[in-house]
């Protein structure tokens, strides 16, 4: 089973759509999670972290559920330029150690 | 967060070349630098951590003696790939992490192509 695990998509949506994107993690004892955005040929850029409470960022929300081992993003009013592939990553063990990368989610925003 | 720059952005070479990768903290002193690997259509794998003054430590597969890394300052990592080879074509990234459980903030990456 992989640490970080995502559907790969492409979710492809209108305009003004909302798109939800979901995460699982192996290890129960993960400490910090992320999610991160990547367009083509380019390097991640950290959208938002994601907090035990859930948090909201504009149109980006993120939850985690740590019983289930579940991060999910929900974009609200999609725009074209959130065209991008999601990374949901996750911190396994906390302090400066490794970050683990799902393969992303490829988001794909029509007029 | 932390500005990272890398350098350079592309590079193509010859078979058997070496190649060396620069990663730069512009504002945060980085004890700890993240050299990453990501093949097309793949996600980023982690390819080494680079500790400042002292050696790196590389994950499961990755050939130390291939894939040289030296930290020798707060501000500046380098990736050497030593004669590299076709397969060792790829996007090269590194990045800084600002404290425990803080995210990563990525340098622009490195586009290897050997010929």
């Known amino acids: 089973r992989k640490e970080v695990e995502q559907d790969p998509g492409p979710f492809n949506v209108p305009e003004g759509a909302t798109v939800a994107f979901n995460c699982t993690y192996s290890?129960?004892?993960?400490?910090?999670f992320f999610w991160y955005r990547q367009d083509c040929r380019k390097e991640p850029k950290l959208l938002m972290s994601?907090?035990?409470s859930g948090n909201e960022d504009g149109r980006f929300t993120a939850q985690l559920n740590r019983a289930s081992q579940y991060i999910s993003l929900l974009i609200r009013d999609s725009k074209l330029s959130d065209s991008a592939t999601y990374l949901c990553?996750?911190?396994?063990?906390?302090?400066?150690?490794?970050?683990?990368f799902g393969a992303g989610t490829r988001l794909a925003v029509h007029p | 967060g932390a500005v990272v720059s890398q350098h350079p952005s592309w590079v193509i070479c010859k078979s058997g070349t070496s190649v060396k990768i620069e990663c730069r903290s512009l504002?945060?002193?980085?004890?700890?630098m993240f050299w990453y690997r990501q093949f097309p259509k793949q996600s980023l794998m982690l390819m080494a951590t680079?500790?400042?003054?002292?050696?790196?430590?590389?994950e499961q597969g990755v050939e130390k003696d291939k894939f040289l890394i030296n930290h020798a300052s707060l501000t500046l990592s380098t990736l050497t790939v030593t004669s590299a080879h076709p397969e060792d074509s790829s996007f090269y990234i590194c990045?800084?992490?600002?404290?425990?459980?803080?995210?990563?903030?990525f340098g622009d990456g490195t586009r290897l192509s050997i010929l």
């Open positions: 990045s800084v992490g600002q404290g425990a459980n803080q995210p990563q903030h």
């Open positions: 990553v996750v911190n396994p063990s906390g302090g400066y150690n490794k970050l683990i």
């Open positions: 504002d945060f002193q980085a004890t700890t």
């Open positions: 290890n129960s004892a993960s400490q910090s």
């Open positions: 680079s500790n400042e003054g002292s050696k790196a430590t590389y």
């Open positions: 994601v907090y035990s």
